[in-house]
């Protein structure tokens, strides 16, 4: 029986002609482009819309993406036997389609050799670096979007510029060269899901700079560029099923295949360092002076939705978002979350319909063939809870308004993070808070109340004023109540069935 080849570029030639490869010679990408964080998303997004401008331009460009693996070498294991390139699988009801990209032309492991990515970073042809870290990744306190000067790797970082650990020594480190050796700074474009990423971003860097050199963090703030970022596209994380499918569609092996969505969107606010990036809107992306508004109506729509039927969902016993919207409890549940609650308090971006934005969001949560699983998105929800469903709640407290959908996600959460399920089964729970909030949970005992008093005790996650607001507390408790009674599904339920 012939063995199915792996994907290289020795065995490009050989793709089937269900995949598209790289319609532009490889050899001509020289490295413009350092991304920290080099996990699905990017590489079915950002590295998407660069490929598409490559393609486009012919020989004009030369864009090329080194991407960094901060801690695990997993993704430079799959990618370099595949001289990094993989392929992208765009799926919809009736859709499968596979691209094969070759952008990304090395994958750096920062924990084994620091000082690769720092000599890449410093390289004055190195104009863009670019994040998706997470919201853990920037070591913040999701309260305060302030640096959190006593955690470990920061700590290490200011001790051991040459070798850091975070994202954020990295790049401070890799400016301080650029800055000894008179090169122009790169431009910092964050691309996660943080309100004001660029402006976020930007003051971390300034503080951990200013704590090693006040001269260097004058000169940041002179010469550097952060803008801000609004990045969407539903990217599952990647199964075997997977990897099998792409072999059928192309006949080439691929161990790092991403899959995807059709739709994307990427809004970025036109500010680089002497004006130096691809044409990123030659393949779709919008250009804005400011992406506030459209940030803002991501996060608290797409991303709170999210959130909230994760924990949900996860507690009703459904795997993935398309499973809990296909259960018609959930699914009346999350609209009312957005008619009622969210879509009164955000200010729509110029010429955007808000329900039209959601209707069309519950078509793609309701997408068949992107399987999101809801413990997935439920990962650090300690990191997201202050930035996806927390400030609608403030807001609405400032209207004096009702928010008892919003009450019962954050309920949710609560007991998600208790790391039992309905059924007395173990949940595991991945977040950086996870065994201190379980720890406190335990002690609390089984009071509702009580258990909610509790976790508001964690001021880096629900900050000072929200549990001085018995409003607040006694809605949420209500909600826990609720799911403690009648279970997460049927606690949804009542509420989608409410007018």
């Known amino acids: 029986m012939t063995q199915?080849?792996?994907?290289?570029?020795?065995?490009?030639?050989?793709?089937?002609?269900?995949?598209?490869?790289?319609?532009?010679?490889?050899?001509?990408?020289?490295?413009?482009?350092?991304?920290?964080?080099l996990?699905?998303?990017?590489?079915?997004?950002?590295?998407?819309?660069?490929?598409?401008?490559?393609?486009?331009?012919?020989?004009?460009?030369?864009?090329?993406?080194?991407?960094?693996?901060?801690?695990?070498?997993?993704?430079?294991?799959?990618l370099a036997p595949q001289n990094c390139l993989y392929t992208a699988l765009e799926r919809d009801r009736n859709l499968e389609r596979a691209r094969i990209v070759g952008c990304v032309l090395?994958?750096?492991?920062?924990?084994?050799?620091?000082?690769?990515?720092?000599?890449?970073?410093?390289?004055?042809?190195?104009?863009?670096?670019?994040?998706t870290v997470t919201e853990k990744g920037y070591c913040h306190d999701p309260a305060t979007g302030r640096l959190a000067e006593g955690h470990p790797d920061l700590i290490h970082d200011i001790e051991n510029p040459g070798e850091p650990r975070t994202a954020i020594g990295f790049i401070v480190e890799a400016l301080d060269r650029r800055r000894e050796a008179g090169v122009p700074p790169f431009t910092v474009l964050s691309c996660d899901?943080?309100?004001?990423?660029?402006?976020?971003?930007?003051?971390?860097?300034?503080?951990?700079?200013?704590?090693?050199?006040?001269?260097?963090?004058?000169?940041?703030?002179?010469?550097?560029?952060?803008?801000?970022?609004?990045?969407?596209?539903?990217?599952?994380?990647?199964?075997?099923?997977?990897?099998?499918?792409?072999?059928?569609?192309?006949?080439?092996?691929?161990?790092?295949?991403?899959?995807?969505?059709?739709?994307?969107?990427?809004?970025?606010?036109?500010?680089?360092?002497?004006?130096?990036?691809?044409?990123?809107?030659?393949?779709?992306?919008?250009?804005?002076?400011?992406?506030?508004?459209?940030?803002?109506?991501?996060?608290?729509?797409?991303?709170?939705?999210?959130s909230a039927l994760a924990y949900l969902g996860y507690l009703s016993g459904r795997e993935t978002i398309v499973d809990a919207v296909s259960d018609p409890a959930l699914r009346d549940y999350i609209t009312r979350f957005w008619r009622e609650e969210v879509i009164p308090v955000v200010p729509p971006p110029p010429g955007t319909d808000l329900q039209a934005y959601a209707d069309a969001l519950l078509a793609r949560?309701?997408?068949?063939?992107?399987?999101?699983?809801?413990?997935?998105?439920?990962?650090?929800?300690?990191?997201?809870?202050p930035l996806r469903l927390l400030p609608t709640i403030s807001d609405r407290l400032a209207r004096d308004l009702p928010f008892p959908c919003l009450a019962l996600a954050v309920a949710a959460w609560i007991r998600y993070v208790g790391g039992v399920d309905e059924k007395g089964l173990p949940i595991e729970v991945k977040d950086p808070l996870g065994a201190d909030l379980r720890t406190a949970l335990d002690a609390a005992g089984e009071n509702p109340e009580r258990r909610v008093r509790t976790a508001l005790g964690f001021l880096a996650i629900f900050g000072a004023d929200l549990p001085r607001d018995e409003r607040f507390v006694t809605a949420l408790t209500q909600a826990y109540g609720s799911i403690e009674e009648l279970g997460a599904r049927e606690a949804a339920g009542k509420l989608g069935k409410a007018v």
Request: hydrophobic content about 45%; some cysteine.
């Open 365 to 385: 949560f309701s997408n068949p063939s992107i399987r999101h699983r809801t413990w997935q998105i439920a990962m650090d929800g300690s990191q997201k809870l």
């Open 193 to 306: 899901n943080i309100p004001h990423n660029g402006e976020f971003v930007r003051s971390l860097v300034v503080s951990f700079a200013q704590s090693r050199d006040c001269g260097l963090a004058a000169w940041v703030e002179a010469h550097g560029a952060f803008p801000s970022t609004m990045v969407d596209r539903i990217v599952p994380a990647t199964v075997p099923a997977d990897i099998v499918d792409v072999a059928n569609l192309t006949g080439l092996v691929d161990e790092a295949p991403v899959v995807h969505e059709t739709f994307r969107q990427w809004v970025i606010e036109d500010r680089f360092v002497d004006g130096h990036r691809p044409p990123w809107e030659h393949a779709g992306a919008e250009l804005v002076d400011d992406v506030a508004p459209f940030e803002l109506m991501k996060l608290r729509m797409l991303n709170g939705a999210h």
């Open 4 to 37: 199915t080849p792996r994907l290289s570029e020795a065995t490009l030639k050989d793709a089937a002609a269900g995949s598209a490869g790289p319609a532009y010679v490889l050899s001509r990408l020289k490295p413009g482009i350092v991304h920290l964080g």
């Open 39 to 78: 996990g699905a998303f990017f590489r079915a997004h950002g590295a998407l819309y660069t490929e598409d401008v490559l393609a486009e331009a012919g020989s004009s460009l030369d864009w090329g993406i080194i991407g960094v693996s901060l801690v695990r070498p997993d993704q430079h294991d799959r």
């Open 106 to 131: 090395d994958v750096l492991v920062a924990k084994d050799d620091p000082g690769a990515v720092l000599q890449v970073m410093s390289d004055p042809e190195t104009r863009i670096v670019s994040l």
